[in-house]
């Protein structure tokens, strides 16, 4: 009940702000106007995020010591929060 209403305000704010090419993002539904699909890096941009790179990655599992999410490896996130380099960051300094 809680997620229906939830849901339904997301689509109701969403409904007016399409891009200007007409590609919706919300987290239930992702629709693109072209047929090429979303665009990930105008995504990236609108929402203030950094792209996830092989470098990240593979920066991550070094300064754990374990491997990331098969996920995350998969390329099935394609951005994050600034907050993740700050934690390596933090991580570094702790050890």
Same mark, same amino acid.
């Given at each position: ?33 072209? %047929? ?13 995020? +950094?792209? *996830? @790179? #092989?470098? &990240? ?9 374990? %491997? ?13 929060? +600034?907050? *993740? @380099? #700050?934690? &390596? ?7």
């Amino acid at each position: 009940m809680v997620n229906d209403s939830l849901k339904y305000e997301s689509e109701q704010m969403m409904k007016d702000k399409k891009d200007e090419d007409g590609d919706l993002v919300t987290p239930w539904d992702v629709t693109a106007s072209s %047929k090429k699909g979303i665009d990930y890096d105008k995504l990236i941009a609108k929402f203030g995020c +950094y792209r *996830i @790179t #092989e470098d &990240l990655i593979s920066r991550f599992e070094r300064i754990t010591n374990q %491997k990331a999410h098969p996920m995350l490896r998969r390329g099935l996130f394609f951005a994050h929060r +600034y907050e *993740i @380099t #700050e934690y &390596l960051v933090k991580y570094i300094l702790l050890i």
